[in-house]
């Protein structure tokens, strides 16, 4: 952990250091004293800049990190892959939208609706229902029916399965099946 703490550092300041002259004037060496016995100033600029390089080095070596200095603060450490979309979008009333789907026979419930005829024997099997006025309509898999928008999900030979999304008291969906028979007077007897 600590070799990946010392290479970060090592990337982070890699584009400021000029190593040609940083080997020139190395740090560890001594000043010589001048001639009123003062330490004497570097004589270039590029001098200056390599003493002020290699004590902002020694500094940085000398840190210890934790992993406190990796956590995201809003001042000091900004996460470059965090997205700031959510700043600029409207936190306000959030109005829940039920998505309408185009469903066949929509005025009536499920209930209201009769299963006259099924077709099967080939790749799609269809099947019929009828509305309490008599207007029939033939669906396939992946149709909507009725008020509730129930999708046909399997088409038998005796059978229609449909899928219902059934709210619960948290507010939560989930699915329910519910099988419509073609002749239901026949078959309960």
Do not use: C
């Not at 390089?53 to 809003?74: A, G, P, S």
């Not at 029939?136 to 399965?161: C, E």
């Amino acid at each position: 952990m600590r070799w990946i703490q010392l290479l970060v550092v090592g990337v982070a300041l890699a584009p400021w250091a000029d190593y040609s002259v940083a080997r020139a004037a190395p740090a560890n060496s001594p000043a010589k004293p001048g001639p009123g016995g003062n330490a004497a100033a570097p004589t270039s600029p590029a001098a200056a800049a390599a003493d002020a390089l290699q004590q902002r080095l020694t500094i940085l070596r000398r840190k210890v990190l934790r992993d406190e200095d990796f956590n995201e603060t809003d001042d000091a450490n900004r996460d470059p892959f965090r997205s700031f979309t959510g700043i600029f979008t409207d936190r306000g009333a959030r109005v829940n939208v039920q998505q309408v789907v185009p469903s066949i026979f929509g005025k009536f419930s499920l209930e209201e609706l009769t299963l006259i005829a099924v077709i099967t024997g080939d790749a799609n099997p269809r099947a019929m229902f009828r509305d309490p006025s008599g207007l029939g309509q033939v669906l396939k898999r992946g149709d909507y029916l009725s008020k509730s928008a129930a999708r046909v999900t399997k088409i038998l030979s005796d059978r229609v399965v449909l899928e219902l999304a059934e709210v619960g008291s948290g507010g939560e969906t989930h699915a329910l099946e519910k099988a419509v028979l073609v002749n239901p007077e026949g078959a309960e007897k």
